[in-house]
């Protein structure tokens, strides 16, 4: 499979958690659902790291990659305590049009840290997106 269909399918998983999060967090603290979450996510991909990457490769990891490993996780921890915690408070629609302004963020940084040229369509359609969710979050 290509690299778009892998998007495609992210995308489509990706529109389910929401939904799931937002049943699965009534009633218990953002932190707990985050944490049950991560511990469901740690051994589904532990399964999968330990069917497809040899012992060796995990041993190889260089400081470099492992910091930037941690503070991806840290990120991704604090997002995910907010993103429940947001779902407890607001619609589904309204926080996930709101989440996925992370791609705008990413886009900003990727420019700015990874010095990623961008083509204009992809600012144009990063303001779409920006517009959008603004329209969503307000309906």
């Not at 399918?9 to 958690?17: D, S």
């Not at 990457?53 to 260089?62: A, D």
Request: proline share 2%; with cysteine; hydrophobic share 65%.
């Amino acid at each position: 499979m290509s690299w778009i269909g892998y998007a495609i399918l992210a995308a489509l998983l990706a529109g389910l958690v929401p939904i799931f999060g937002k049943i699965g967090v009534q009633g218990i603290d953002p932190a707990l659902a985050t944490g049950v979450r991560a511990a469901i996510i740690f051994a589904a991909l532990l399964a999968v790291v330990l069917t497809r990457v040899m012992g060796y490769q995990i041993l190889g990891l260089n400081r470099h990659a492992v910091l930037f490993l941690v503070l991806s996780g840290v990120a991704g921890a604090g997002s995910w305590v907010c993103f429940f915690r947001a779902l407890q408070l607001g619609d589904a629609l309204r926080v996930a049009a709101v989440d996925r302004l992370s791609a705008a963020v990413t886009l900003a940084a990727a420019a700015f840290y990874l010095n990623e040229r961008a083509p204009v369509w992809a600012w144009i359609g990063t303001m779409l997106m920006l517009v959008g969710a603004v329209l969503v979050a307000r309906s």
